[in-house]
């Protein structure tokens, strides 16, 4: 080789070299970046929320750790523009942040054009939630809508994160225009809404993850799975699953995390609390006075441990948060036109606790008229079961011969019902 082709190669090889480190600066801005956590926010069912409503959510939102809703709209509601509005004026006013998600079960392939006009309208809205300096945008189901001609068509730069049901597909998705993936395998399932024995296990992650190579993977976190309607009917086996899915967050250290869900309540799976002002779908029947606010306590120091790339929570309030269903698995209810549901004969019947101790303890739990149960509990977070007893729930954690939490349950366990409820009644027990 001639000296001056030797130089021509190294004049090549300098240009290429701020590629490759760029490459790699922008890989390693996306991992710092990539500490949200996120809930699925349905809008649907909010036709008469206020801003006032709005504002009440993102603050409690705000203090679990929650970084922005994903509202879920559907193009059927007439009110899905004026509750967007709202709730963008609202985020930017608590400062909080939302993005759109698109539920394709309303939304079709043919909607580019109104999706690319809400698109316009918010990306660049001060309350929009950006990742990687581009407009977070998402999607139930929705597989195979293309989001080039929508990014073409907004004036602002898209991070599209639709929800793929197959992570197969994450070749073909990247070639209609999205960044990455949101997966809703939140729960133990074969795939789509296939119900399997527990516990718990990242094989849909770890799919995603091998199959998204260097795209945004945003994992899905959720506490139940029950739902009752003549059209839906099963309940997922989840019963450790407000705990065992948040150490496998930590472990994974996915991109970004959503909760599924803040207001779900017609399957069970909310973490916010349960709103008079929503419209009722029938999901009063097991959601009304199943209260699963504790779940915020329990997910807060999770979410600080994602956030902060830490393999373990760190305790800062000691507290214990206990939930359990309202009866035995196999009772049969006296007055529902429904059959009980898909999945009941695999789940257990148990009472479970998380403590949630700065120190070591000994938990007590006294589950109706079975005997008392007491285990020693390292501190940290914690999750123990006993076996369902029908009657009132206690529980206390002691330390050094001392009660230092304690607390009935809000809900006797009994073995009649009219209706259906697999449903978890939670609750929690503070110094």
Same mark, same amino acid.
């Given at each position: ?8 190669? $190294? ?23 990539? +500490? ?23 603050? *409690?939102?705000?203090?679990?750790? &929650? ?16 509750? *967007?509005?709202l709730a963008y004026q609202a985020a930017e006013a608590v400062d909080f942040k939302v993005f759109i998600s698109f539920d394709f079960a309303y939304w ?12 316009? !309208? ?13 407009? &977070? ?38 070639? /209609? ?25 990242? /094989? ?32 997922? &086996?989840?019963?450790?699953?407000? !705990? ?7 472990? *994974? ?17 909310? &973490?916010?609390?349960?709103? $008079? ?16 606010? $504790?779940? /915020? ?6 979410? +600080?441990?994602? +956030? ?16 359990? /269903? ?7 209810? !006296?007055?529902?036109? *429904? ?79 009219? +209706? ?12």
């Amino acid at each position: 080789m001639h000296l001056k082709d030797l130089f021509e190669a $190294a004049a090549i090889l300098a240009c290429a070299l701020p590629t490759t480190a760029s490459v790699l600066a922008q890989s390693s801005k996306r991992q710092a970046e990539s +500490k949200y956590v996120f809930a699925h926010f349905m809008v649907g069912i909010v036709q008469n929320y206020t801003i006032d409503d709005w504002k009440a959510d993102m603050n *409690l939102a705000k203090d679990t750790g &929650i970084d922005a809703f994903a509202l879920n709209c559907a193009s059927v509601d007439s009110y899905t523009p004026t509750q *967007l509005a709202l709730a963008y004026q609202a985020a930017e006013a608590v400062d909080f942040k939302v993005f759109i998600s698109f539920d394709f079960a309303y939304w079709s392939n043919g909607d580019t054009a109104n999706i690319t006009q809400y698109m316009q !309208t918010y990306a660049g809205h001060p309350a929009q939630m950006q990742y990687n300096n581009a407009a &977070i945008v998402s999607t139930f189901v929705g597989d195979s809508f293309d989001w080039t001609p929508v990014k073409a068509g907004t004036n602002h730069s898209l991070w599209a994160l639709p929800n793929l049901q197959d992570p197969a597909e994450s070749s073909s998705n990247t070639q /209609r225009g999205a960044d990455g993936a949101f997966s809703w395998y939140a729960w133990p399932t074969d795939g789509g809404n296939s119900i399997i024995e527990g516990p718990m296990t990242t /094989r849909w992650d770890d799919m995603f993850v091998s199959d998204l190579k260097t795209q945004s993977y945003m994992a899905p976190v959720s506490p139940w799975f029950f739902t009752h309607f003549n059209s839906k009917n099963w309940v997922f &086996i989840c019963e450790n699953l407000p !705990t065992l899915r948040w150490e496998e967050i930590l472990s *994974l250290k996915p991109s970004l995390v959503e909760i599924i869900t803040w207001n779900d309540y017609g399957e069970s799976h909310y &973490i916010g609390p349960y709103s $008079a002002a929503h419209s009722d779908d029938g999901s009063s029947q097991w959601a009304k006075g199943f209260p699963h606010d $504790a779940l /915020r306590d329990l997910f807060k120091p999770y979410i +600080k441990a994602y +956030k902060a790339g830490e393999s373990t929570p760190t305790i800062d309030t000691e507290e214990l948060v206990y939930w359990y /269903r309202p009866t035995p698995k196999d009772v049969t209810c !006296t007055n529902d036109t *429904l059959a009980a549901p898909n999945g009941r004969d695999l789940l257990t019947d148990t009472v479970f606790v998380a403590t949630m101790l700065k120190d070591k303890a000994t938990l007590t739990i006294t589950s109706g008229s079975n005997a008392p149960v007491s285990v020693d509990v390292g501190a940290g977070i914690v999750t123990t079961n006993v076996t369902m007893g029908l009657g009132t729930q206690s529980f206390s954690v002691s330390r050094n011969n001392k009660t230092i939490l304690s607390g009935a349950g809000g809900l006797k366990i009994t073995d009649s019902c009219e +209706k259906y409820n697999y449903n978890i009644y939670v609750g929690s027990a503070t110094a």
